[in-house]
């Protein structure tokens, strides 16, 4: 960028901003770390604020965000920005995993200047992607990064990042961390996958089933042989174990089935209570072998054939705790992206949406913080399983996993979901989801609070 670019970028954003001459300064998004770094080295500001060119601060930005630090010691903040053509975009609340797919930051950020020096400043090499460099850097602990829920800033032009050029950064971060992957660009964000780390960890997974048949796909399937047939012809990661836990009603000639199709890779146990889903996962999980559990409907078929290393790779991050996957409808609607938790409401984010369909931010392309998964699938460590009590007997039919999501919260791991693990969902063709006012009297009563607003998922 030129001289006069800066200058006129720089006018231009104080007229748009209304802020002082004496606290702003233009940097070249080309400049080196050596100037940045002369910069820091001089300045008496607590904070640094970062702010797009194309952007202007809104009218009441510095108000809220001096009152939002003068309440929260945190060392970076964000907001929301009004784009070009009137829309708010909301943003997710501190998500490092979902960050180092996509920089949802936005175009206006704040650091500590203290928090940036004693962290080294800035990097060297990271030309262009500095605020992003810092983001990474400083966003690990979330309990130390801010989301201010108004708009802090207008942009002027849409904001246009190429992800590709944040490549190199992420990569030289999660070395740093010593995280294995590898990275690949796609639209608008970037798609990192973590290789399996240890030597093959044995995945269980738990499916209840009634033995149950329905039409799928215009044909009469057998729900629960299919999804095993499909489990061991067509996954690509080869330790695990099925572990059907099946009901007394169960049909003799649908466990043949199971026994033929599953071969030595199934677990037979049976189950002869009345219907409980969180007591007979339990019982899954009691007689399973794996280091990891996969909790896995029946009505499921796999659309990514390595959705288990998918999983896994997340899994095995540090303090994860759920890890749910993308679901589709059999007319090809989205079933899950997520769970959303509101006053009123517990359910599945982007419910209904087209395959093709996304929010301003990209939501549906990249690995991200969540409140919750469906259990329809979703694996988490054995150990933080039964940790966490496991499921609760007391949701019987609903919210169940709604329930168990929160309790791995509580402990201070993240949830994440990945859309890079498939499958198709036939919902409702095994039982009947009607919710019981009980359930959600006790869903109410045990996690009230944290049921008030969602933080990861901000489409209105």
């Not at 996954?235 to 009603?249: C, H, K, L, N, R």
């Not at 499921?300 to 997340?314: D, F």
Request: aromatic letters at 8%; proline letters at 4%.
């Amino acid at each position: 960028m030129v001289r006069s670019e800066i200058d006129a970028a720089l006018t231009a954003f104080r007229r748009h901003s209304g802020v002082a001459e004496a606290t702003v300064r233009a940097v070249d998004g080309a400049a080196g770390s050596a100037e940045l770094n002369e910069m820091l080295a001089r300045t008496t500001s607590d904070w640094i604020v970062w702010a797009d060119s194309s952007v202007g601060l809104a009218p009441r930005a510095l108000t809220v965000i001096r009152s939002a630090l003068a309440r929260f010691d945190v060392d970076v903040f964000y907001g929301d920005s009004l784009q070009p053509d009137g829309e708010i975009v909301r943003r997710p609340s501190g998500s490092p995993i979902r960050l180092r797919s996509q920089d949802y930051l936005g175009p206006v950020r704040g650091f500590r200047t203290e928090a940036v020096r004693q962290t080294g400043g800035f990097a060297p090499n990271t030309s262009g992607s500095h605020a992003f460099e810092l983001a990474l850097r400083l966003c690990q602990y979330p309990a130390r990064t801010l989301r201010i829920p108004e708009v802090l800033s207008v942009e002027t032009v849409p904001s246009l990042r190429a992800p590709s050029a944040d490549r190199e950064v992420v990569s030289r971060f999660l070395d740093g961390l010593g995280i294995a992957h590898s990275i690949e660009s796609q639209d608008g964000s970037l798609r990192i996958r973590y290789p399996v780390m240890g030597q093959h960890p044995v995945v269980s997974i738990i499916i209840p089933t009634r033995g149950s048949s329905a039409l799928v796909h215009g044909r009469q399937s057998v729900l629960v042989v299919d999804a095993v047939r499909g489990i061991v012809d067509r996954s690509t990661y080869g330790a695990f174990e099925i572990v059907v836990v099946a009901d007394d009603a169960t049909p003799q000639a649908v466990i043949d089935q199971l026994i033929l199709v599953g071969g030595e890779r199934l677990r037979l146990v049976r189950w002869s209570e009345e219907f409980n889903f969180s007591a007979k996962m339990n019982r899954g999980a009691l007689f399973a072998r794996g280091e990891y559990l996969i909790l896995l409907n029946d009505d499921v078929e796999l659309i990514s054939r390595e959705w288990i290393e998918t999983l896994l790779g997340l899994a095995q991050q540090e303090e994860v705790g759920l890890v749910g996957t993308l679901l589709f409808f059999e007319d090809g609607t989205v079933q899950h992206g997520g769970h959303l938790y509101t006053a009123s409401w517990a359910g599945h984010s982007a419910l209904g949406w087209n395959a093709s369909r996304d929010d301003r931010l990209g939501s549906m392309k990249v690995d991200r913080e969540v409140s919750g998964v469906t259990a329809a699938c979703a694996m988490i460590r054995a150990d933080t399983f039964w940790e966490v009590g496991g499921f609760s007997l007391d949701f019987a039919g609903n919210y169940n996993d709604v329930d168990l999501s929160l309790k791995v919260a509580a402990t201070g791991r993240r949830n994440l979901w990945t859309p890079h693990a498939t499958l198709m969902h036939f919902e409702s063709k095994t039982r009947d989801a009607a919710v019981l006012p009980r359930e959600i009297a006790a869903l109410r009563a045990r996690w009230g609070t944290r049921l008030l607003s969602d933080p990861y998922w901000t489409v209105q």
